[in-house]
């Protein structure tokens, strides 16, 4: 029986030709993406500066995220360690109720921060709408001094001043 070689035979696919369309193109206007401004660490807004440019909006979203990262840390471990004494129950019952009392001081420090960060939040979402640094009732400039006093400030110091006169008159009813 004589021996028989195949033969490959190569096949060989006709590659698709990709044409682009022959139609005019609208040419897109491109819009320069502002590159974000960079600050440094030790950089502080001055009043010679135009009022809540970039550079100190930048500034206090950078003071408000980290302040908030500190508050949400403390929380954090505040919650883990105060979890842990729950074991050390006495069975005294003035270290009961001395411990208690301590529980209830930190819980309501803890309620205060997070209030806290409710306000950096929704101070962030004024800095996000381009708001941040105006009063919201007379939409005046609320100053540099005051907001790096206190970042979530959202009045100047007169409409402030207005609110808490009209809380106290509220208070007294």
């Not at 301590?102 to 819980?107: I, T």
């Amino acid at each position: 029986m004589p021996k028989t070689t195949k033969v490959k035979k190569k096949v060989t696919k006709a590659k698709a030709k990709v044409t682009k369309p022959k139609t005019k193109t609208v040419a897109k206007t491109k819009v320069a993406a502002k590159a974000p401004i960079k600050i440094s660490k030790t950089y502080v807004p001055k009043d010679t500066e135009k009022y809540m440019c970039e550079k100190h909006m930048v500034f206090f979203r950078m003071r408000l995220t980290e302040w908030k990262k500190d508050l949400v840390k403390a929380n954090n471990e505040a919650l883990y360690y105060g979890s842990m004494d729950d074991n050390n129950i006495s069975a005294d019952v003035i270290d009961q109720a001395s411990s208690y009392t301590d529980k209830n001081v930190e819980m309501k420090a803890i309620n205060r921060q997070i209030k806290l960060i409710s306000e950096i939040d929704k101070a962030l979402a004024r800095i996000r709408e381009g708001i941040y640094g105006y009063c919201l009732d007379t939409a005046e400039p609320i100053g540099l001094k005051r907001l790096i006093a206190r970042p979530v400030a959202k009045y100047t110091i007169a409409a402030q001043e207005k609110h808490e006169k009209n809380e106290k008159v509220h208070a007294d009813d």
